[in-house]
Structure formats: C-alpha cells, structure tokens
T-cell receptor, first 114, second 113 residues
Framework: DAGVIQSPRHEVTEMGQEVTLRCKPISGHNSLFWYRQTMMRGLELLIYFNNNVPIDDSGMPEDRFSAKMPNASFSTLKIQPSEPRDSAVYFC????????????FGPGTRLLVL | KQEVTQIPAALSVPEGENLVLNCSFTDSAIYNLQWFRQDPGKGLTSLLLIQSSQREQTSGRLNASLDKSSGRSTLYIAASQPGDSATYLCAVSDTGANSKLTFGKGITLSVRP
C-alpha cells in the first residue's frame, strides 16, 4: 500500500493568499484526520471525518479554515486568507473504524506563510 | 482538559543502553494510549497502542506500560541503536463523545554510536 499521500509536500505563500492542502487516505480506511504541528503548540487535531462526514471540527481555529471530503479517497484543507501564524506542518492521517483506531500518518505538508 | 507531558524534551544516550521514556497525563479517564515515532521531516508512525484495560504492550525491543490511576506511561527501549534516534510522542484518547488524541510534545532521542 502506498500509505497516506499528501500534496504538496512544501508550500510557500504570501499572506492573504488561498492555500489548499490535499490528502489521499489509505484505501479501505473510513476515518480521516487533519492535524497541525507547531513548535509552540505541538500536534493538534483540526478535524475528524468518518465515512466522509465531518464528525468533529472543534479544532478548526477559525472561519478561515475549511475542510472537505467529497469521497472516500480524497480530502482537502483550505486556508483563505492565509496568515503568517498559519505556518506549520499539516498532517493527514487515516484509519479503519472510528476515532479510537490506530492512525496512519502522511508525510505532512510544510506550510510557510510570508 | 486533558494535558500530556513528556519530560525531558531531549535525551542522548550511548548505543546499547536500555532506556525509559516517560509520559504523564492529567485526566485518567482515557480510552487508550499510543506511542508514536517521528523521524525528521516525516509523519508519525504508531509504535504501540495500549487499551485502558491493559497494563502493557510489547513489540520487539519496545515495551510500553500504562498506569492509568497515576496518569503515567513509560516506553522502554532495550539495547538502543543509532536507528532508534527520533522523536517519540505519547498520545491519549479520552472517553468523551468527542474524544480526540491529545499529544505530548515528544522526547527527541539521540543514540550515539
């Protein structure tokens, strides 16, 4: 299996621009998680999907962030407009089952907002 | 609110040493606890998952223990190797309806040849 695939791996953008991060979960997994990792705050859950439905988005920092999962094999995390404080590594993870399953992480997208 | 603490933040040991990484959490009402490994520039790899009803889990040279009542877990690495150098994160799932993994900030381990 190819594992969780994320794109792009690196993104540099200017403040105010729209950023779209993409994730392809492992085939057959029905849970998908988006995380953000920073030095200050560590790793934080942003949103959790189960069977393509957003179950818990309490970690989404504000309205500038949105996430979609149009089908079982694709999810996006969008930031519009981006701000320098959004600079972080964004991870996507998937699992088979509910929120308590073993999660398999992608390699992450390193975002830098200037 | 659950808080997970891992101290120290960094550790350097000579190859071959047996070592223990510590993790503590504030709310003992957990569903499970996981240990992850993160290599520089990479995602996380799940090493061991301990259910709240379990005391320990083993995989190869790794052994993780859980003492839920005291809010502590340890990851024991036997006969450490340079390839074990990485950041090790502990994470707990609480039992609430909106449970999520709460991560510690990790311990960066360096095993010197």
């Amino acid at each position: 299996d190819a594992g969780v695939i994320q794109s792009p791996r690196h993104e540099v953008t200017e403040m105010g621009q729209e950023v779209t991060l993409r994730c392809k979960p492992i085939s057959g997994h029905n849970s998908l998680f988006w995380y953000r990792q920073t030095m200050m705050r560590g790793l934080e859950l942003l949103i959790y999907f189960n069977n393509n439905v957003p179950i818990d988005d309490s970690g989404m920092p504000e309205d500038r962030f949105s996430a979609k999962m149009p089908n079982a094999s694709f999810s996006t995390l969008k930031i519009q407009p981006s701000e320098p404080r959004d600079s972080a590594v964004y991870f996507c993870a998937s699992g088979r089952g509910g929120r308590f399953v073993t999660q398999y992480f992608g390699p992450g997208t390193r975002l830098l907002v200037l | 609110k659950q808080e997970v603490t891992q101290i120290p933040a960094a550790l350097s040991v000579p190859e071959g040493e047996n070592l223990v990484l510590n993790c503590s959490f504030t709310d003992s009402a957990i569903y499970n606890l996981q240990w992850f490994r993160q290599d520089p520039g990479k995602g996380l790899t799940s090493l061991l998952l301990i259910q709240s009803s379990q005391r320990e889990q083993t995989s190869g040279r790794l052994n993780a223990s859980l003492d839920k009542s005291s809010g502590r877990s340890t990851l024991y690495i036997a006969a450490s190797q340079p390839g074990d150098s990485a950041t090790y994160l502990c994470a707990v799932s609480d039992t609430g309806a909106n449970s999520k993994l709460t991560f510690g900030k990790g311990i960066t381990l360096s095993v010197r040849p």
